[in-house]
Structures are given as structure tokens and as C-alpha cells.
């Protein structure tokens, strides 16, 4: 599975931005989405994912009701519509994809950076 994210950028704090993840190759509805993300000096982040064939999503608690993962079918895509932002969720941010039975993500696009200004 190939990954291409897209759609980071620079935002005021309160903004939104909408990221997107085009999947290909592979039988996608097999595969669970991820969304991560990366700050300067800090570990790797868990967003949310989602599982592809049924659209279950499950969200961190530093995101939960601010950020939504959506997918359109026809585009092989799956968005992270970020709203309320904060300076805070400055990141590289990144989807990644495991099949449904692993508990890892085995395939990773590039991040996209998202700068968020206070």
C-alpha cells in the first residue's frame, strides 16, 4: 500500500485545516488508517484511525471533538478535518496503514507540516 498525505500548511490558532491521505495499491478495505503526528523533540503521536471497511474511527484524547477522520470511497482518500486548532498541534503529521488483524502500521506516506500560529 502506498501512501501520499497532503494539505498541511500554516493556520492561526482556532483555524482549521483539512489533511488528506490518497491510499493505493493493495485491497484497501482490508486496512485500517492512521493519522500521527510529530513535534520538534517529541515522540511520535497517535491522532485517531480508521477502519476502512465499516468507518469505525477511534480518536486520541488530545484530539477528541476537535479533529474528525472521514473517508471518500471513490477517492481511495481519508481526511482528518482539524478544527480549533491550537498551537500545540503543530506537527509533521502522517497516515499510516496496517491490515485489520495487526497491531502494526506497516506502511507510512511523508508528513505534511501543519504550523499553527498564536
Known amino acids: 500500500v502506498q501512501l501520499q498525505a497532503s494539505g498541511g500548511g500554516l493556520v492561526q490558532a482556532g483555524g482549521s485545516l483539512r489533511l488528506s491521505c490518497v491510499a493505493s495499491g493493495g485491497t484497501i478495505s482490508s486496512y485500517v488508517i492512521g493519522w500521527f503526528r510529530q513535534a520538534p523533540g517529541k515522540e511520535r503521536e497517535f491522532v485517531g484511525h480508521m477502519r476502512w471497511n465499516d468507518g469505525n474511527t477511534v480518536y486520541s484524547g488530545s484530539v477528541k471533538g476537535r479533529f474528525t477522520i472521514s473517508r471518500d470511497n471513490a477517492k481511495n482518500t481519508v481526511y482528518l478535518q482539524m478544527n480549533s486548532l491550537k498551537p500545540e498541534d503543530t506537527a509533521v503529521y502522517c497516515c499510516?496503514?496496517?491490515?485489520?488483524?495487526?497491531?502494526?502500521?506497516?506502511?507510512w506516506g511523508q508528513g505534511t507540516l501543519v504550523t499553527v500560529s498564536s
Open positions: 499510516a496503514a496496517k491490515t485489520q488483524w495487526s497491531n502494526w502500521y506497516a506502511y
